[in-house]
């Protein structure tokens, strides 16, 4: 195999390997937001302080009960949003 070639086969796989992790990082953000996001349409219009943040992480983990006890003990919100929201970050 020529270097040339042996040189554009590697920096293709390096774009696509590179394209790919960008393509799938912020999707990961977004399903946090959308967790956060649901939260502070019940704060009306208030924004989510830190421990739904953190909630919201960890329901991206895929901790259900963890993330909806830390949203309604530790930021107050109803059990029925909390349970909602914590859905919305695995996705």
């Not at 070639?5 to 799938?24: D, E, H, P």
């Not at 943040?53 to 919100?77: F, H, I, K, M, N």
Request: net charge negative; charged share 15%.
């Amino acid at each position: 195999m020529r270097t040339s070639t042996r040189i554009a086969g590697v920096l293709t796989t390096l774009t696509l390997a590179l394209g790919g992790a960008a393509l799938t990082a912020p999707t990961a953000h977004a399903d946090v937001s959308a967790c956060i996001n649901h939260v502070e349409r019940e704060l009306q219009g208030g924004e989510a302080p830190e421990s739904v943040r953190a909630a919201c992480y960890v329901g991206l983990t895929g901790a259900q009960d963890a993330c909806v006890t830390g949203l309604t003990e530790g930021s107050g919100v109803t059990n029925g949003t909390a349970e909602a929201a914590c859905r919305l970050a695995p996705k």
